[in-house]
């Protein structure tokens, strides 16, 4: 079930009315009352999978309390290994078993052996690189005793299920967002409001720029060995805006149902092609997922406390295994190296805290500079990540660095003042929480006048019906 649908507008008016009245009698009859409609939304896409939700919940939640009533170093360490074998199995079966495969094979190909495999036609269970990321946070944070294990089970597959969030995340630390399962939840007018806000700035990142970006962007990627280098470089500009207001669009519109149904989820977007470099870009791109292998990956591995040797491993293991969390094609690997490579130096030469002064209206010509360079790398990068080889994508960069990258591109000029239009908008609200925060305007007239132009935008201007880019992750 799509947010941008129907069905959708249907679902969720329903639930949040039933929520607020019905299974609003006790905390539990709500909890229970959650964990249905997650489930029943998640079924809309294949009911089949609903068992590995399920599996994933209860192995997490048994191996939780087991962690919370043993001491013992020994058996600590083997509950954790048991959860991390079963969340990375799943991931490992159902998204990755056919990479390693043909890797592998391929591997032995390059030195003259030919191996026979077999791969496995498996149909990816949209959302599993989300809630085993969630589960798993759950339990190493238990291991780590920075967090206590519930005993409440209905709240704990609430959360692992939660609809809004379920299939493409924020992807939810159980230390902020379990707790809220577990205590009452009140109806709260200014959180209302300004979940609805996020809900209709969503649909219109949605909608409005990615949706239209996407016609362009999957004429032109399809058909690149016939386009111009300058042509193909704004579509892969026009990717980046795609992605972004898919993704950002999704995540918002999840934060803002989760506010009308009493909960607040963590930030997943930042303004980040206002970034100055590539690490103010990962600490503004995917938040939930950046700070999460920040967490769980880079700083266990020793962070930048170590030798820079070390620090420059650590960096790269992060990057690399970022890039394949996002999909089992070596096209993803190559997007993870080139942000890799390019985050280094910026980490271990450059200490400044870039930021902007909020009461300047135009970014100086400095800021300008750094913001272009980092969004140019960001462009390149994305090529790779679009492109269905690496092939493709080395073939598609020679192309836009060919002389024809001189040549007049052809553009939807009203594409050009669109992605224009809006770049200006996030600049203006760049201290604010999300382009429609615009509670500080005092003019109820002129607030619900800028409501209403992007309700109409929105539903006008609206580009063909695109699926969500995160639900094949």
Sequence with gaps: MLFNTVDFAVFFPVVLALY?????????????????VSYIFYSFWDWRFLSLIFLSSLVDFTIGNFLGKTEAKGKRKLLLVISLVFNLGLLGVFKYYNFFVETFVDTFALFGTTLKSSTWNIL?????????????????????????????????????????????????????????????????????????????????????????????????????QDQSGSTLFFTAVFFAFQIYGDFSGYSNIAIGTSRLLGFDLMKNFNFPYLAQDLSDFWRRWHISLSTWFRDYVYIPLGGSRVSTIRLILNILIVFLVSGLWHGANLTFVFWGLVHAICVIPVLLFIKKDRSFNPKRLWPTFSELARIGITFFIVVIAWVFFRAETITDAFQYLQIVFSESLFSMPYLPRSGIVLLFGYMVLEWLQRHRGHILDIAHIKSAWFRYGIYYVVLFCTFYYAGDLQPFIYFQF
């Design 20 to 36: 607020w009245t019905v299974f609003r009698r006790t905390l539990s009859l709500q909890n229970i009352f959650l964990v249905v």
């Design 124 to 224: 990816l269970p949209v959302g599993i690189s989300f809630y085993t990321f969630q589960t798993l946070s759950y339990t190493i944070d238990i291991y780590r005793k920075r967090l206590q294990p519930t005993t409440n089970v209905v709240a704990f597959f609430a959360f692992v299920s939660f609809f809004p969030q379920l299939v493409a995340g924020p992807i939810e630390r159980a230390s902020n967002l379990l707790p809220q399962f577990e205590k009452e939840r009140t109806f709260n007018y200014k959180k209302n409001i300004d979940g609805l806000r996020l809900i209709l700035a969503g649909l219109f990142q949605k909608m409005v720029i990615a949706d239209n970006c996407a016609l362009f962007v999957n004429t032109y990627f399809e058909n690149y």
